[in-house]
């Protein structure tokens, strides 16, 4: 089991920053893959920021540059980091876990935080 609590997240205007934090309940080291998906309105849930065992980040288009992904063993804590806000990039943000565990794989959802980007 792998429980994981967000924090951060709230209202920012276009343009502005913003960092959300989600705390894992194991050594984030043990876990294949941690980070970041989105939700809006009448939307499907979709990646964002993910950080597997190689430690590479990877990005959805929409977020490159502006985006970072960032993970600390001492914590156990992922973080993604949000520059240049766009409104549409208002949604529920999720961190999102995976272990893979023999020839199955687990995943871990948190509660979710509002990230709301509005003028």
């Known amino acids: 089991q792998v429980q994981l609590v967000e924090s951060g997240g709230g209202l920012v205007q276009p343009g502005g920053s913003l960092n959300v934090s989600c705390a894992t309940s194991?050594?984030?080291?043990?876990?294949?893959?941690v980070g970041w998906y989105r939700q809006a309105p009448g939307k499907q849930r979709d990646m964002v920021a993910i950080?597997?065992?190689?430690?590479?980040?990877r990005y959805a288009d929409p977020v490159k540059g502006r985006f970072t992904i960032s993970r600390d063993g001492s914590k156990n804590t992922v973080s993604l980091q949000m520059n240049t806000l766009k409104p549409e990039d208002t949604a529920v943000y999720y961190c999102?876990?995976?272990?893979?565990?023999?020839?199955?794989?687990?995943?871990?959802w948190g509660q979710g935080t509002q990230v709301t980007v509005s003028a």
């Open positions: 950080i597997a065992n190689d430690g590479k980040p």
């Open positions: 999102y876990a995976k272990r893979e565990i023999a020839v199955k794989a687990y995943e871990y």
């Open positions: 194991r050594n984030i080291f043990t876990i294949n893959i």
